[in-house]
């Protein structure tokens, strides 16, 4: 019932910014951890960043850390990757993801079907 759509994706320089989003309809996305995940050319699928239901917790991956920010505004059923300083090994695909447990995990219930992100010159 829940799904995700991302958006923001596109073109960007190394060293540039972008911020993507994922807005949820069909449920309230309050009662969902939140991940965002991505998976470059010819690789496995990695995590990026969590998010918990309140926003009151956050994890990166060790790739992420310092550069990106995870953020949710449930009022708006929308969820927020913030990257700076992007690198073009942060180019792929970028994936949001939901679910109702815990922690985000590979696993995860619900997902959008992912905006392509190319840091280059």
């Known amino acids: 019932q829940l799904q995700l759509v991302e958006s923001g994706g596109g073109l960007v320089q190394p060293g540039g910014s972008l911020r993507i989003s994922c807005l949820a309809s069909?449920?309230?996305?309050?009662?969902?951890?939140v991940g965002w995940f991505r998976q470059a050319p010819g690789k496995e699928r990695e995590g990026v960043s969590c998010?918990?239901?309140?926003?009151?917790?956050?994890s990166y991956a060790d790739s992420a850390k310092g550069r990106f920010t995870i953020s949710r505004d449930n009022a708006k059923n929308t969820v927020y990757l913030q990257m700076n300083s992007l690198k073009p090994e942060d180019t792929g695909v970028y994936y949001c993801?939901?679910?109702?447990?815990?922690?985000?995990?590979?696993?995860?219930?619900?997902w959008g079907k992912g905006i392509l992100i190319t840091v280059s010159s």
């Open positions: 993801a939901a679910d109702l447990g815990s922690w985000c995990s590979r696993v995860m219930d619900h």
């Open positions: 069909g449920s309230s996305l309050q009662y969902f951890v």
């Open positions: 998010i918990s239901k309140s926003g009151n917790m956050t």
